[in-house]
T-cell receptor, first 111, second 114 residues
Framework: GQQVMQIPQYQHVQEGEDFTTYCNSS?????IQWYKQRPGGHPVFLIQ?????EVKKQKRLTFQFGEAKKNSSLHITATQTTDVGTYFC???????????FGTGTRLQVFP | DSGVTQTPKHLITATGQRVTLRCSPR?????VYWYQQSLDQGLQFLIH???????AKGNILERFSAQQFPDLHSELNLSSLELGDSALYFC?????????????FGPGTRLTVT
């Protein structure tokens, strides 16, 4: 079945440094969503990308969907301690309408 | 607060037992999704219901079953519990029957099987 992998699995950064997580699917996706889960919390929707090559920004966060619609990335500029958490991508399978979550990247930010 | 409620918050039970987890979606949402998150693991999709009907199944064990009631709340039944079933179980709701739209997650039920 479809697999969605994320790298890195963990990332520790100093506050102010940039951070990027990459999401790769074994198959072409209909769309991709990104969620953030704070420690001890539940996943919270961040954004959805639908078009090939799409780029969306939310303040310090930049999301990109690959041209082939098989990969995506989330880049955070100048991390803050509030960015701590696990970031999940979730790809929507064509035909099955199943949202497959990636393995997640846990971000730790040191002040 | 996402508007999705889950009960109970914590559940401790023994191997071989059966438990029921409950989820109430956001007002107006017709879809309910169930996910399992083991320690330090990602979210495994279990099952999706839309307006009372099963829409999609993921890696849900035969020992697990779910249903969505006319008032749109959903229950996930886990039977013949094993140690490996210990996990955080999330439900999420969405306005649409298709997974195109964002999902709103509940706070989760932490199940511990001893």
């Amino acid at each position: 079945g479809q697999q969605v992998m994320q790298i890195p699995q963990y990332q520790h950064v100093q506050e102010g440094e940039d951070f990027t997580t990459y999401c790769n699917s074994s198959t072409t996706l209909s769309n991709i969503q990104w969620y953030k889960q704070r420690p001890g919390g539940h996943p919270v929707f961040l954004i959805q990308l639908v078009k090939s090559g799409e780029v969306k920004k939310q303040k310090r966060l930049t999301f990109q969907f690959g041209e082939a619609k098989k990969n995506s990335s989330l880049h955070i500029t100048a991390t803050q301690t509030t960015d701590v958490g696990t970031y999940f991508c979730a790809g929507l399978e064509y035909n099955t309408d199943k949202l497959i979550f990636g393995t997640g990247t846990r971000l730790q930010v040191f002040p | 607060d996402s508007g999705v409620t889950q009960t109970p918050k914590h559940l401790i039970t023994a191997t071989g037992q059966r438990v029921t987890l409950r989820c109430s979606p956001r007002s107006g949402d017709l879809s309910v999704y169930w996910y399992q998150q083991s320690l330090d693991q990602g979210l495994q999709f279990l099952i999706h219901y839309y307006n009372g009907e099963e829409r999609a199944k993921g890696n849900i064990l035969e020992r697990f079953s779910a249903q969505q009631f006319p008032d749109l709340h959903s229950e996930l039944n886990l039977s013949s519990l094993e140690l490996g079933d210990s996990a955080l179980y999330f439900c999420a709701s969405s306005v649409s029957g298709r997974s195109l739209y964002e999902q709103y997650f509940g706070p989760g039920t932490r199940l511990t099987v001893t």
